[in-house]
């Protein structure tokens, strides 16, 4: 019976060929291997799994419907929102579903955008960097912790990626609009200001607030700024001409120029100074005109002529205010 058996040949050399082949995988594999995925020194978890925003003692004079809109969010899971279902099924941009901790980064970071946002404009008046340390999203490795233990005088990096993925989230949404051209490069000190964005009416959609009720919002707090601007001693023609479109161009102004300001306040003082001084009317007029322009961008087109010659009044009667500086003469 055996010798009818045919026993099969062993070829040693695609034998070996095979192991050398699997050696040479392994060894890719190994080339490309994350060192970081070594065991004890990367974990998948993040640092506050349940992040909360808690509104601070100095917010005394909040609106009634800033209240409300705060207290909404804090009671609902917004990503599960019917229109957040709604944009994510319409969506031409294939979306995963949000892993919980996506999705509580982004209800928190909902919560502080909506203690901040103007009801007028629809300008969430935080920074990103802010709302991520208030939302408890920030974050700090143990390198830079190591690095401060050494020298007390060093300011660690700050980490704010968790805040910044929820927010592109949220801009996915349709939550949040930040479009490029909102934005302002610093030249002098290579980096971006503080990003500018706005909540849409998505935004308070997510917490069931309708788009009538907030429209009816923006006009009564509208027409209390007017009042405010009368009172103030505006003319009633300059009041007359304030619209919505005109307040969020000098409030883009004014976010811009503050995150300017705040990281070179004494060097803009300086600036300034050197702008206008000895300078006649016209002069500093032309000065005027030019750094609203820098602040303006885009949003000139938005402005009648009018409104245009009321905000380089403004920037003139700035200039001269933080320099000390009387006007001239002629």
């Not at 809109?69 to 957040?84: E, F, G």
């Not at 949040?176 to 308070?204: C, N, S």
């Not at 429209?215 to 509208?222: I, Y």
Request: proline share 3%.
């Amino acid at each position: 019976m055996l010798r009818n058996c045919v026993m099969p040949h062993y070829n040693h050399n695609a034998h070996q060929q095979r192991a050398n082949n699997a050696d040479s995988v392994l060894a890719g594999c190994r080339k490309y291997t994350n060192i970081n995925m070594a065991r004890a020194s990367y974990s998948r978890k993040v640092k506050n799994a349940n992040p909360s925003y808690t509104v601070p003692d100095s917010h005394t004079a909040r609106l009634p419907f800033i209240q409300d809109l705060v207290a909404l969010s804090q009671s609902r899971d917004v990503t599960r929102s019917d229109v957040a279902m709604y944009t994510r099924a319409i969506s031409e941009e294939r979306q995963k579903q949000f892993y919980p901790d996506r999705t509580n980064a982004m209800r928190t970071l909902h919560t502080v955008f909506s203690e901040h946002v103007n009801l007028v404009t629809h300008q969430i008046k935080i920074s990103i960097r802010n709302a991520s340390d208030a939302a408890g999203l920030s974050t700090i490795s143990d390198e830079e912790k190591e690095k401060v233990e050494k020298n007390k005088d060093y300011i660690p990096v700050v980490s704010i990626s968790r805040a910044s993925r929820a927010f592109k989230s949220m801009i996915l949404l349709g939550w949040i609009v930040a479009p490029d051209h909102w934005q302002v490069w610093d030249k002098e000190r290579g980096y971006w200001i503080d990003k500018y964005f706005e909540a849409t009416p998505l935004f308070f959609e997510a917490v069931g607030i309708t788009a009538e009720r907030v429209e009816k919002q923006k006009k009564q707090r509208l027409a209390w700024l007017k009042k405010k601007a009368l009172d103030s001693g505006m003319t009633a023609e300059s009041v007359g001409r304030m619209s919505i479109s005109q307040i969020k161009t000098e409030h883009k102004m004014e976010w811009r120029r503050a995150a300017f300001n705040r990281r070179a306040a004494e060097q803009d003082k300086k600036k300034t100074k050197a702008r206008i001084e000895g300078k006649g009317r016209a002069e500093q007029r032309t000065e005027a005109i030019k750094q609203v322009l820098v602040l303006l961008g885009q949003d000139i087109e938005q402005l009648t002529t009018a409104q245009f010659k009321d905000l380089v009044n403004k920037e003139i009667a700035r200039m001269r205010r933080i320099t000390n500086t009387s006007p001239p003469l002629h």
